[in-house]
């Protein structure tokens, strides 16, 4: 991704904040799994553009009083919840429930 964008790697070429968004990648998505790696990036990039468009409509259907500069609170929020989240209860991450997903579909019409 970064050699991609940038054209190169090199330290500055990063900030602190997409240090941790590269991070943050692979705890959610799994450490030691590379299909963890395309999961937790794709959750990462697109959880953002989610949360940009939900936010506004469920505070509407509420009937909320919402500024713009909540949705970048709640999503620092969100990414702390879920990296806490993985980290204690599902440490391989987005990956493992990949593969428990694809176990019980497997059998899903005989489980024995």
Request: proline share 6%.
């Amino acid at each position: 991704y970064a050699f991609c964008y940038l054209g190169s790697v090199e330290p500055d070429g990063f900030s602190l904040d997409m240090s941790f968004k590269i991070l943050f990648m692979i705890i959610i998505g799994g450490v030691g799994s590379i299909m963890g790696s395309f999961l937790g990036a794709a959750f990462i990039l697109l959880l953002p553009i989610f949360l940009d468009v939900a936010l506004p409509f469920v505070a509407d259907l509420f009937g909320l009083p919402f500024a713009s500069a909540t949705v970048s609170h709640i999503q620092i929020a969100v990414f702390g919840a879920l990296i806490m989240f993985f980290l204690i209860v599902e440490p391989h991450g987005l990956a493992r429930l990949w593969q428990i997903a694809k176990e019980k579909l497997r059998l899903w019409p005989f489980p024995h």
